[in-house]
């Protein structure tokens, strides 16, 4: 018997500060001094007294797990390239009207507590995918969908971006990854779309500036 990160959990090594996403409560949270180091015993297979395990169980960022205790900062390498220098395609009014309704389906999505369901959704129909993520693919449909999306009145926001993209790109059948980033002093958070060549969403420049901390 052992510990892992309770569903819906990620974590990183954000500059030394060891930062935790948690989707079902939708936060971000740092461990720090006593519950830091009771965490760091425990991924060492190193004993815990009960008040360091029960600090470490109120979190909510653990599960019992049937196996020893294995827990790693997420590793997710990230493009270097992105879609600006992409030929700028056609927007025929369809490409615009499948923009907005992606985008509205995405808005809706993240009504208060419906963030961890909507994730689980799309992970579920990305595993039920299968064959190669197909980048050429990814790339053009990302470039039409960007080009039509600036003809769509909706305020950029990079979650609502990324998760009307994956949505749309899951319904072509292709299977791009939804990253979640963060850093640290000052703390900010970021998300975008990738494959495994670009950054499908915002540039790769802004996406390597976070460290990746949850990946679907």
Known sequence: MG?????GVGYCDAGGDLIFLDVRRDRYLQLRGERRAAFERLCAREP???????GLIDTGLFSRSEVAT???PLEVEIPTSDLATAPIP???LASIAVAAWSLN?????????????TL???A????ARSGDP????????????????????????CLVDALALYRLSLRRGLTPTLVFGVRSNPFAAHCWLQSHSAVLTGTAEEANNYCPVLAI
């Open 124 to 127: 579920a129909a990305k595993r």
């Open 134 to 157: 197909d980048d050429l693919g990814l790339a053009a449909l990302a470039s039409t969908y960007g080009e039509a999306r600036r003809w769509v009145p909706i305020p950029p926001r």
């Open 3 to 7: 510990w892992k990160l309770a569903p």
């Open 48 to 54: 815990n007294d009960s008040d360091a395990m029960e």
């Open 90 to 92: 056609r927007t025929p």
């Open 70 to 72: 294995a827990i790693t």
């Open 105 to 117: 389906w995405a808005r809706k999505a993240l009504l208060p507590g419906r963030l961890a369901a």
């Open 120 to 122: 689980d959704g799309l």
